[in-house]
């Protein structure tokens, strides 16, 4: 079923799970992402970023598509906007009926943040529409950003801007980055750091964004410090690409 990712992310905050949000660049990896979760039983949020859209999967063909394998299933699926970065980007993504929208107003001022995120709740949830907002910066992984402590988020910023905003999710930075990590780096997360993150947001739904490569361990240990959502991208078209080469040999 297609639904928004705000009572996927509720229950799974409430029941100390997370929920993978995966990236999906085409029909094939929408089908083959749906489908595992229908195998298993488990919710499931799939992402598509602005620039993805751009150059490959326009919602005007991934959008019908989606709801369609969706609605072929009872396990609760949502689609979400990933790193929206302006309200031309939001507009778009729900005129094309995405159920879900992430908005990164990382880059501004925490005032100017707050400002452009509580505009953007206003109007999602006006239409039943859930909305993740950022508050510290997720940078690089090339770059190794995710070890610039200076760009983690701080509890005391977190509980405010989830207050102010509204938001039904929060993504935060805790040592890890987009994209693809320099061989043999495995980031290093802050636990202690997200403990208190959830604790000063009185246990909100919290997302952690630039979850590829970061190794199983850290992954099942940032749940057990309250991760609810999951992002990954560039392992599944790691994936992607190794099953497409092997078939064709």
Do not use: W
């Not at 952690?208 to 749940?223: K, M, Q, T």
């Amino acid at each position: 079923m297609y639904v928004s990712m705000k009572p996927i992310l509720e229950h799974a905050a409430k029941n100390g799970y997370a929920v993978m949000a995966a990236n999906a660049l085409n029909m094939e990896m929408a089908r083959a992402i749906i489908s595992a979760a229908d195998e298993k039983q488990a919710p499931l949020i799939i992402i598509l970023g602005a620039g993805a859209m751009a150059k490959h999967s326009t919602p005007e063909l991934m959008v019908p598509m989606i709801r369609r394998l969706a609605e072929e299933t009872d396990v609760p699926i949502a689609l979400c906007l990933d790193h929206g970065k302006d309200i031309c980007k939001v507009a778009y993504a729900l005129h094309n009926g995405f159920s879900s929208i992430m908005l990164d107003g990382s880059q501004y001022s925490m005032e100017e943040n707050i400002s452009k995120t509580k505009e953007i709740v206003e109007i999602c949830h006006s239409i039943q529409v859930g909305v993740e907002g950022e508050i510290g910066h997720v940078g690089q992984a090339a770059a190794l950003d995710g070890r610039d402590e200076s760009l983690y988020t701080r509890p005391e910023d977190a509980a405010y801007f989830a207050k102010e905003t509204g938001v039904d999710c929060l993504a935060v930075a805790i040592g890890t980055a987009h994209g693809k990590y320099p061989d043999g780096f495995v980031p290093h997360i802050n636990f202690e750091l997200l403990k208190e993150i959830k604790k000063a947001t009185g246990n909100m739904p919290i997302a952690l964004h630039g979850g590829s490569g970061s190794g199983d361990e850290n992954i099942i240990a940032a749940v057990k410090a309250g991760i609810n959502k999951i992002n990954l991208a560039t392992d599944l078209q790691e994936a992607a690409k190794k099953g497409a080469t092997e078939a064709a040999l």
